[in-house]
Each structure stands twice: as structure tokens, then as C-alpha cells.
């Protein structure tokens, strides 16, 4: 549940970055956002965690939530209440209910359970992300906003909004991307891609080569040796260690 918040504007003294995101481990996050804190002033906006992890590295650490004015929740309420409203019309209509009829079945409550979700929560969500994120973006003054992914609920909101503001945006790759029409067209300014496999995935989802730029892996990702690596491929595929992999 959401509470107003007073807001009041910080002395910026130098760049800002904010890094937001909703899921991701505050381990995928520091080893490469810690370095960022020599040289700008670094904001970490979450919805989960408690920041401990953060304040010791340097980041300023905020909750998304944290951000909710008055003006913001009324806003809210008000695009969830014609939400409701609109799902009413919509099963209130009578040439959609004969219409879900198939072979004398009525199929119109699996689709009623799929329209109650999106209507009551999933639209809810994603006006809440874009009020919330407008009045961080007003309340920050971030020079760049960096996010993991704008694929979610969460990180294409975050985009859309900053986007709209004038605000560049840098999405860091967390995991791997498939050749798939998922990630087709990210609007983000820049995306920091793992190596080359990535970005020809990317130009290929209709990116421009000039949004691209690899940068390896940021993850804190313990190496192994390649001995060590091919012992264990050799036990799991029981293979003898005398042939070549």
C-alpha cells in the first residue's frame, strides 16, 4: 500500500546517475555501480530491498515508493477506477458473451480471469510505475537513468517515461537475449551488450549499431579455470578425459 510523501528537492553538486530496477540482486548491481561513485553521484531506486548493501558502497539508496505524492495516488485512483469501469463494459456486452460461445460451452470465464487481471492489476501496475517514475525523474534531475532490461513491466515504463522527460537511458544486459520478436525495438539511448552474439541479436531486432555498445559481462560472475570447466563437463556427459572437447 502506498502513502504520500513530501517531497523535497536534494542540492545536486555534481552528475547523477540513477540505477532502478525491481528484481534484480544487489550483487548483479554493485561490482560495476560502485565504480561509478568516484566520479558522479550515484542513486540506487528499488522496490524490495533495504539498501544496506548500497549505503556501504557509496549509493545513495531510495524506494520507488518513496516517490508517491498526493497528486501522484489520486492520479492512480482515479485511471484504476475507469479501469474497472471499462471491464465491466466490456463483459457487460451482450454480442461478446454469444460470441464465446463454442459447441453450447460458454468459454467467456477463462478469458473474464485474464481481463480481470489486466484490468484490475496489471494496467493498475503499469500507471503506477509511470506516475511514480515521473516524479522521480522531477525529484532527482538525473543526467542518465540505467536500468537492466526494458521488457518488463517495470524497466519498459521506466524507459518510456525518461524518454518522454528528455532523460538518456543506458540498459546494462542482465542474462542472455534470444533471436525472438520480444526484443524487438528498444527505445533506450544506449544498451551495453555482453559481446557480439548480443549485438548482432540486437541489429538484427531492429536496434541501431549506434545504440550498442559492448562492454562484456558487469554481472560479478565467478570465473573458473578451463581445466576445472572441462572436468566437469567430462563427469556430466560421462565422457572419457582422453578425447578432446
Not at 516517490?67 to 479501469?83: D, H, K, N, R, V
Not at 480471469?113 to 534531475?141: H, K, R
Request: with cysteine; hydrophobic share 40%.
Amino acid at each position: 500500500n502506498l502513502k504520500p510523501k513530501h517531497l523535497y528537492a536534494p542540492t545536486k553538486t555534481k552528475k547523477k546517475i540513477l540505477i532502478a530496477h525491481d528484481l534484480i540482486s544487489p550483487s548483479k548491481i554493485l561490482p560495476w555501480a560502485e565504480k561509478l561513485t568516484k566520479k558522479y553521484e550515484v542513486v540506487y531506486v528499488g522496490t524490495k530491498e533495504h539498501g544496506e548493501e548500497f549505503i556501504k558502497a557509496g549509493i545513495k539508496y531510495k524506494k520507488l515508493q518513496d516517490y508517491a505524492t498526493e497528486t501522484a495516488l489520486a492520479g492512480i485512483g482515479i485511471q484504476s477506477s475507469i479501469f474497472r469501469k471499462d471491464f465491466l463494459k466490456i463483459f457487460g456486452n451482450p454480442e461478446l458473451k454469444e460470441a464465446l460461445i463454442y459447441k453450447d460451452i460458454n468459454l467467456s470465464s477463462a478469458l473474464e480471469e485474464m481481463f480481470l487481471f489486466l484490468y484490475y492489476i496489471s494496467y493498475p501496475i503499469l500507471v503506477t510505475y509511470i506516475e511514480l517514475f515521473a516524479n522521480m525523474i522531477a525529484f532527482e534531475l538525473p543526467d542518465l537513468i540505467v536500468t537492466v532490461d526494458d521488457r518488463s513491466r517495470f524497466g519498459r515504463a521506466l524507459i518510456e517515461v525518461a524518454n518522454r522527460k528528455g532523460v538518456k537511458t543506458l540498459i546494462v544486459q542482465h542474462g542472455m537475449l534470444l533471436d525472438h520478436p520480444l526484443f524487438d525495438g528498444s527505445k533506450c539511448t544506449k544498451f551495453a551488450a555482453y559481446g557480439k552474439q548480443t549485438k548482432k541479436i540486437l541489429i538484427k531486432r531492429k536496434l541501431r549499431k549506434h545504440q550498442i555498445a559492448i562492454v562484456g559481462q558487469a554481472e560479478n560472475i565467478p570465473t573458473e579455470s578451463v581445466q576445472k570447466i572441462r572436468r566437469r563437463m567430462y563427469t556430466k556427459l560421462n565422457l572419457s578425459r582422453k578425447k578432446p572437447i
